[in-house]
């Protein structure tokens, strides 16, 4: 397994650019499911998670070109008849949302239910009962998700909770219903209305991306299309929590302003600079850090993936800052590990304390989900001496080139590979 090592401290600065967002990316690529024709898709990031639903993709008939970053996808075959398996599905829960294109256009669905995950319960019962309201039959059996439809039928669905796969996956089904679905409480994430960018561009008809309340007047087919996804607005948001810990200066190139607007009004109240110009986002810190308090929400609120980099931050800051988690039951795990670098942070049910400032020294720790990794890499890089991270596999699903990246903006940092020799990094 990859080890990152640190050495610290050190202080980013430079231009980095966000690689498109793994989560536009998902959904964009399960899009082409919806349509024989074929679909172009750019901006992709080379990372992890995308490989994987790639290859769930091509045992689903869906046949794939490209060099990573632009992909063309034809859906033309018919695929295979065990639908997404287990051993496919259980790597990455996102698989789930080929369950919607598939049912929408084949009339049928087998899709394995994803299991337990690191971060909380995520249950997918709302992606079911707006599959059922479409007026889809389903069926749970051995682990299985059937879901069978002559044709969907246009309806009213309410979300008893805003889901971002879970708004993604109806959206997607109700297109080629028979009528019109108005779908409400919808998430209002960006990666939302950029899958909604894309299937209006299949020839689909959404009105309300964006908003709470979805309007999708269905299609009796859609067709192929060329598509841009977004910049990944929480792997850049990384690298700028990196300038504020790091009392470093960081432009942002190609992700959204407006986007990121809560974790920028966060960093600014936390005494950074923040500005937005022509060249990307750019956040600086020369002065003492503010200890300020998160609670993080479904967009437009402050995202739940990035409250383990902001710990990592508030580590640094002049007093106490209270975090509470409220998306995920279970999104403290990187806690244990920073405590093991010398912060200090009582962490209770879904509220934690950081006191800062904490004098971080480097460690053995050990990565256990997406963003807890990216905390870890964000503490290292102001510990003192060297911090290893362990299983950053994790990293590798969601972050493109991190440690190039990270290079690039003056942090030393090396990749390990399994048998320990260290991989040179080039930027
Ligand atoms: N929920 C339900 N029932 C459902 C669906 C969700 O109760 O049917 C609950 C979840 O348990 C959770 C809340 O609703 O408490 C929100 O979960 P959501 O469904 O929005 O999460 P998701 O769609 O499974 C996506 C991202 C996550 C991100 C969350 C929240 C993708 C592929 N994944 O997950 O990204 O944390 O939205 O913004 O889009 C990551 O990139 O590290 C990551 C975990």
Same mark, same amino acid.
């Given at each position: 397994m990859d080890k990152f090592r640190i050495q610290g401290p050190s202080r980013l600065q430079g231009i980095v650019r966000a690689s498109g967002a793994k989560n536009a990316a998902l959904p964009a690529l399960a899009a082409?499911? @919806?349509?024989g024709d074929e679909v172009t898709l750019s901006n @992709? =990031?080379?990372v992890q998670d995308l490989r994987t639903l790639r290859r769930l993709l091509a045992h689903l008939g869906v046949e794939s070109s490209g060099d990573g970053e632009t992909l063309t996808l034809s859906a033309r075959g018919e695929g295979s @008849? %065990? %639908? #997404?398996p287990y051993e496919m599905v259980k790597t990455m829960? #996102?698989?789930? @949302?080929?369950l919607g294109p598939m049912l929408a256009r084949r009339g049928r669905a087998r899709v394995s239910l994803p299991g337990g995950c690191a971060i909380g319960v995520r249950p997918i019962d709302q992606h079911l009962l707006g599959l059922e309201a479409l007026g889809a039959t389903v069926r749970l059996d051995h682990g299985y998700v059937n879901a069978e439809a002559a044709r969907l039928r246009g309806t009213r669905f309410r979300f008893a909770t805003p889901t971002v796969t879970g708004t993604e996956n109806v959206m997607m089904a109700a297109t080629l219903a028979e009528g019109t679905t108005r779908l409400e409480n919808c998430a209002r994430e960006p990666e939302v209305a950029d899958l909604a960018r894309l299937l209006n561009a299949m020839g689909a008809r959404i009105a309300g #991306? &964006?908003? %709470?309340t979805l309007e999708i007047e269905g299609v009796s087919a859609l067709h192929g299309a060329r598509h841009s996804v977004i910049g990944d607005r929480i792997e850049g948001g990384t690298y700028l929590i990196g300038a504020a810990i790091s009392r470093g200066d960081v432009t942002l190139a190609g992700a959204a302003a407006t986007d990121l607007a809560p974790l920028l009004e966060k960093l600014a109240e936390c005494g950074c600079t923040v500005d937005v110009g022509a060249q990307g986002i750019r956040v600086a810190r020369s002065g003492a850090l503010r200890p300020r308090d998160v609670i993080t929400a =479904? *967009? =437009? &609120? !402050?995202p739940t993936d990035l409250q383990a980099q902001y710990m990592a931050l508030m580590t640094q800051a002049e007093g106490m800052a209270t975090l509470h988690e409220?998306? !995920?039951?279970?999104? !403290?795990? *990187?806690v244990p590990e920073l405590m093991r670098m010398g912060a200090d942070v009582r962490a209770e049910g879904g509220t934690a304390r950081v006191y800062g400032p904490s004098a971080l020294s480097g460690a053995a720790v050990m990565a256990t989900d997406l963003r807890a990794s990216a905390c870890l890499v964000l503490a290292g890089l102001v510990a003192a001496g060297s911090t290893e991270i362990d299983r950053i596999y994790h990293l590798d699903r969601g972050y493109e080139a991190m440690e190039t990246k990270l290079a690039a903006l003056g942090a030393r940092v090396e990749r390990l590979t399994g048998a320990g020799t260290p991989v040179p990094v080039e930027h």
């Amino acid at each position: 397994m990859d080890k990152f090592r640190i050495q610290g401290p050190s202080r980013l600065q430079g231009i980095v650019r966000a690689s498109g967002a793994k989560n536009a990316a998902l959904p964009a690529l399960a899009a082409c499911l @919806l349509t024989g024709d074929e679909v172009t898709l750019s901006n @992709l =990031p080379r990372v992890q998670d995308l490989r994987t639903l790639r290859r769930l993709l091509a045992h689903l008939g869906v046949e794939s070109s490209g060099d990573g970053e632009t992909l063309t996808l034809s859906a033309r075959g018919e695929g295979s @008849l %065990d %639908d #997404a398996p287990y051993e496919m599905v259980k790597t990455m829960r #996102a698989s789930v @949302l080929v369950l919607g294109p598939m049912l929408a256009r084949r009339g049928r669905a087998r899709v394995s239910l994803p299991g337990g995950c690191a971060i909380g319960v995520r249950p997918i019962d709302q992606h079911l009962l707006g599959l059922e309201a479409l007026g889809a039959t389903v069926r749970l059996d051995h682990g299985y998700v059937n879901a069978e439809a002559a044709r969907l039928r246009g309806t009213r669905f309410r979300f008893a909770t805003p889901t971002v796969t879970g708004t993604e996956n109806v959206m997607m089904a109700a297109t080629l219903a028979e009528g019109t679905t108005r779908l409400e409480n919808c998430a209002r994430e960006p990666e939302v209305a950029d899958l909604a960018r894309l299937l209006n561009a299949m020839g689909a008809r959404i009105a309300g #991306a &964006g908003t %709470d309340t979805l309007e999708i007047e269905g299609v009796s087919a859609l067709h192929g299309a060329r598509h841009s996804v977004i910049g990944d607005r929480i792997e850049g948001g990384t690298y700028l929590i990196g300038a504020a810990i790091s009392r470093g200066d960081v432009t942002l190139a190609g992700a959204a302003a407006t986007d990121l607007a809560p974790l920028l009004e966060k960093l600014a109240e936390c005494g950074c600079t923040v500005d937005v110009g022509a060249q990307g986002i750019r956040v600086a810190r020369s002065g003492a850090l503010r200890p300020r308090d998160v609670i993080t929400a =479904p *967009h =437009p &609120g !402050f995202p739940t993936d990035l409250q383990a980099q902001y710990m990592a931050l508030m580590t640094q800051a002049e007093g106490m800052a209270t975090l509470h988690e409220t998306v !995920f039951e279970n999104r !403290f795990q *990187h806690v244990p590990e920073l405590m093991r670098m010398g912060a200090d942070v009582r962490a209770e049910g879904g509220t934690a304390r950081v006191y800062g400032p904490s004098a971080l020294s480097g460690a053995a720790v050990m990565a256990t989900d997406l963003r807890a990794s990216a905390c870890l890499v964000l503490a290292g890089l102001v510990a003192a001496g060297s911090t290893e991270i362990d299983r950053i596999y994790h990293l590798d699903r969601g972050y493109e080139a991190m440690e190039t990246k990270l290079a690039a903006l003056g942090a030393r940092v090396e990749r390990l590979t399994g048998a320990g020799t260290p991989v040179p990094v080039e930027h």
